[in-house]
């Protein structure tokens, strides 16, 4: 049950300096969020910890994030642990909301660790990111399935995430995620769905990476390989099956919207797997 009265916020500013270092301009927090100290990073950005008091998202908790990265300036934000969703009584839910906004040449990476939503836990996120012209942006996600060695694979009531990113005011990426589990086992036949070729495929763990803005340095076929990717491939029935064997503990793949950016998806049995996809595409791109 959620002990805050009000919404629980973080807001912050980062900003570059005559010197051409980032530095943090403004911030607010009020509980459970915690910032530590920035850390400088070899191009002149910084690297911000979000921390939290709480041992995870409650029932009720509403969360509210605001992220401005001004003009020329380079902030990356981390979490300091997998963030468990609990559950929560029947009807009720936690929700997030996160607005973020890069001026002119600036970048920003957000890399919060996955996301373990418990049996009958009931979630909802929704991110919308303004970029400006020149701006770069790396977005992460992973979710797990549950607490799969507790026997809690996709036993979640609901999750949801909705992803918009502007650039200069129009609409470039939308992304609605939207997944109903078994809420405890009491709908095993939602369960079986998620398992199914066209959703996990058997896997439990599923990652996503949007790389924006980073044309310049980068195209589909750079990227794909760089994860080691046919340069096309067919799905037939044969490579689908591929999925559902275990030794492939890794299905990776990527795409590229009209605008040069690039969307990665991954799904895994692993979340260390997927985020070792990310460090490998995230290192490739510096």
Known sequence: MNLFASPSRFEITACRSASGKTFVKDSFFTSPFKIMKPFAQDDGGIAVFLQSASPGILEGDLQLHKITVGQGASLEIRSQSFEKIFKMDSGKCAERKIFAELMENSSLVYRPLPCIPFSKSSFSSVTEISLSKNSRLIYEDCICAGRCAHGETFDFT??????????????????????????????????????????????????????????????????????????????????????LDEKKSLLVEASENDYG???????????????????QVRNALK
Do not use: W
């Not at 995620?177 to 996990?200: A, C, I, Q, V, Y």
């Not at 950016?261 to 460090?279: G, H, T």
């Open 158 to 243: 609901l999750y949801k995430n909705l992803i918009k990113i502007f650039r200069e005011k129009k609409l470039v990426f939308y992304d609605n995620l939207f997944l109903e589990g078994s809420d405890g086992k009491n709908h095993p036949e939602r369960k079986e769905r998620l398992l199914e070729k066209t959703m996990f495929a058997g896997f439990t763990h599923c990652g996503s990476m949007l790389v924006f803005g980073y044309s310049d340095k980068a195209d589909l076929k750079k990227i794909r390989g760089i994860l080691s990717l046919e340069e096309k491939l067919l799905y037939t029935e044969e490579n689908t099956n591929v999925a």
């Open 261 to 279: 950016d690039f969307i990665i998806r991954c799904l895994s049995f692993s979340a260390e797997k997927i985020q070792k996809v990310f460090e």
